[in-house]
DNA sequence: GTCGGTGCAAATGCTTTGCATTGAT
DNA sequence: ATCAATGCAAAGCATTTGCACCGAC
């Protein structure tokens, strides 16, 4: 954690933004003509702190948890901001609820979902770009990007 | 297409479903005690015609373009039960809609989504089944199964 | 007559949107 | 003053569920 480079608005002193991923994201909403507001930079320093990858809903409950208070129209529309941003992007686990992953300077991450306690960690299989592009050509198109999700069961 | 082994039920009389998954379901059925109807029949029917992807809709749009009429209740109804029987795989391409692939008695199918067309075809993949099992081993877990997708656009 | 299956309509739960209010420049 | 962001509540949409009716054995 590295202090902000600009000081957020007064209302909430505590939160301090992984440097490059908050400029990242306020260059992108100058470029928009947007602001960048006291509840979107709580949003993504929630979203780094959870790790790997999270849901909206948990954005929202760690918010109220450390009792701040952010309405669920936000977190959607920042996610949204964030997701044009390329700083992270969704994810399909499972039906129930959009996943989300930090993406801004990686590697496509995939996942791994342990079917017996729920937890999802991310993985990286080198391998996996060529293979996919490989098969893209041959099909005539232009790999651009490729989810992969492993489910997987204790031992 | 070959002939169903026992007669449907009397209102819908062109239907054929292909023998083996026809014969898996109804198998599936009648350990939990349940009957294979003319509504399953005709779903089961229609998905297997729908290549490759499909979803609900599709087989409610499908069966009333046919003359057919099925609610959406049992059409989720019956997905459920597929799925169950392992004959169809749910499969997430976006976040709006739940699509699903046949399953049975084949190797999980990859997908590779047309960005600009939207069109979704399945591809194989043959060396990621290995690449995945090693990666599961070295996170002390076993691979039940996977799912690829990658986005593509023209040329 | 008992069971399960179906259709309908209502309920659910995530996500989006309309609108009045608020805040920054 | 203007312009956009927020919160709230309502709307949307895919999916699920409750319930009354129907049909097969």
Known sequence: ???????????????????????????????????????????????????????????????????????????YRTIKLLQDAGIIQQVLVDAEQAHYVLAYGRQPRDLLVNADTGEITTIEIPELAALRDKVCAQHGVKAQGHRLIVYATNS
Chains 1, 2 share one sequence.
């Open 1 to 75: 954690m590295i202090p902000m480079t600009s000081p957020p608005p007064p209302p909430i002193p505590a939160f301090q933004i992984t440097q490059p991923l908050c400029a990242v994201f306020r260059r992108h909403l100058k470029e928009l003509g947007q602001k960048y507001t006291p509840e979107r930079a709580m949003i993504l320093d929630t979203l780094i702190e959870l790790d790997d990858v999270f849901q909206a809903d948990q954005i929202l409950s760690t918010l109220q948890d450390s009792g701040y208070r952010v309405s669920k129209a936000t977190i």
